[in-house]
């Protein structure tokens, strides 16, 4: 959850928890070498293990409120932890916090045991201190007992500009092609509880047809023209290798831009359009503050320096905004998707092209009939850019969904009326 200048993450361990912090605040070291000091952007950690409540998307509780207060304590640049926090990661990570004693802290009854690292702490530790998760949390959790194995034939088309897009269809029926979006994976996405639900219904009524975008999966990697053009264009070899005439379209986060942009561009083409957690204008184009924009662009810098390392603890920043409802599996299989699906590279060009979307322009020009639905606390993209993108365009359907994954589970109860919608939408 996001706090205005602030983010508030919940992770499966203290061990992830504190891993990732010490990879931020050394990515952030890095980050702020090169730039002048009234420009750069210092982050404060505080850390704890105790209880939480969600309502309504927001994160409760006495394990927040003394997180919040060990932030406040923390020096910038730096990291506090609890004792108990302190405790578990004993033996279990090579960092020695120093003992700070016991502090009174705010709307608090107790004294609170801290301990912290500070920015020279953090600096100084050698590159192969930084803490490593356990071998059983490095990689996703056993797949659950199988769904039924799905027959699908991966193929290969070459967009205009000598890109090889890797695609497959599975399931019977009326054609339904999911345009491409960031972070999937053909074969390990079949597999995988981020998408494996979705595809299992929708390909029970439907060809379902999929493909990796640019940069993604089985495509090709290290692409230099990441951009909303060229997604669209990548559409367009996919349908058109495929041999499909008419057909319905899905469109999930940055692939509703893409899906927009193709039905404006072939109206003929498209029966339907189903648009869920997307947006008219990316992180860059929306309305933001001095301190959202500068944060944005820290974002790309750890994305740079973090994405590649074997460690998933800094992925599960990422995962803490597609699916911070998920469970630990689910979670699991995220970071692992994070990683086998692109390159820090490539997701650093996927983000920018992101950024730089803005279909406002088309929205009234789409003709096709629309369904647009977003979670009400989506915690990557928000429900306002998924509303606006819906009042744009002419008798479009808006449906809001509960919840805040940005990536529908099927353990959450939005899942059934996603795919029920979707249903009656496209058999009208």
Avoid at 35 to 62: P, Y
Wanted: charged share 25%; net charge negative.
């Amino acid at each position: 959850k996001t706090t205005g200048d602030g983010i508030l993450i919940e992770f499966a361990s203290v061990v992830d928890a504190v891993g990732c912090a010490v990879t931020v605040q050394r990515g952030m070291l890095t980050r702020n070498a090169d730039i002048e000091a009234d420009r750069r952007i210092v982050f404060r950690v505080g850390i704890n293990v105790g209880d939480i409540i969600i309502d309504e998307g927001d994160i409760l509780g006495d394990g927040v409120n003394i997180a919040a207060r060990l932030e406040a304590l923390c020096e910038p640049g730096g990291i506090c932890i609890s004792r108990t926090a302190n405790d578990q990661i004993g033996g279990k990570l090579s960092l020695s916090f120093a003992d700070l004693g016991e502090q009174v802290v705010k709307n608090i009854s107790r004294a609170i045991g801290v301990f912290g690292l500070t920015a020279k702490d953090i600096e100084a530790l050698p590159q192969t201190d930084l803490p490593r998760l356990q071998p059983t949390t490095a990689s996703p959790a056993a797949p659950r007992e199988p769904e039924p194995v799905y027959e699908q034939q991966i193929e290969f088309c070459t967009s205009p500009d000598g890109i090889r897009l890797a695609h497959s269809c599975i399931g019977r029926g009326p054609p339904l092609v999911k345009t491409g979006n960031w972070m999937t994976h053909l074969e390990f996405d079949l597999e995988s509880p981020i998408w494996q639900h979705l595809y299992r219904e929708l390909s029970r009524d439907h060809t379902f047809i999929r493909y990796d975008a640019r940069g993604n999966g089985l495509s090709d990697r290290e692409v230099e023209e990441v951009t909303l053009e060229a997604f669209v264009r990548d559409l367009e070899t996919v349908v058109d290798a495929a041999g499909l005439d008419r057909f319905a379209l899905l469109g999930i986060s940055q692939g509703c831009a893409v899906s927009v942009a193709y039905a404006v561009r072939h109206p003929e083409r498209v029966t339907h359009l189903v648009l869920y957690g997307g947006y008219a204008q990316g992180w860059t184009k929306r309305p933001q503050t001095e301190v959202e924009r500068q944060r944005n662009e820290a974002m790309l810098t750890l994305v740079q320096l973090g994405w590649g390392q074997e460690n998933p603890a800094f992925r599960q920043l990422f995962t803490s905004q597609f699916v911070p409802g998920g469970t630990k599996e689910q979670a699991d299989w995220f970071n692992e998707l994070q990683r086998m699906s692109t390159s820090p590279d490539d997701a650093v060009r996927n983000l920018k092209a992101q950024g730089n979307i803005d279909i406002t322009g088309l929205l009234g020009e789409v003709r096709a009939p629309t369904l647009v639905m977003h979670a009400r606390d989506d915690a990557r993209v928000p429900f306002e850019a998924g509303r606006r993108l819906a009042a744009g365009i002419p008798s479009a359907k808006f449906v809001p969904l509960q919840g805040r994954n940005h990536l529908i589970l099927e353990t959450e109860p939005a899942f059934t009326r996603f795919v029920q919608e979707i249903r009656v939408f496209l058999q009208a």
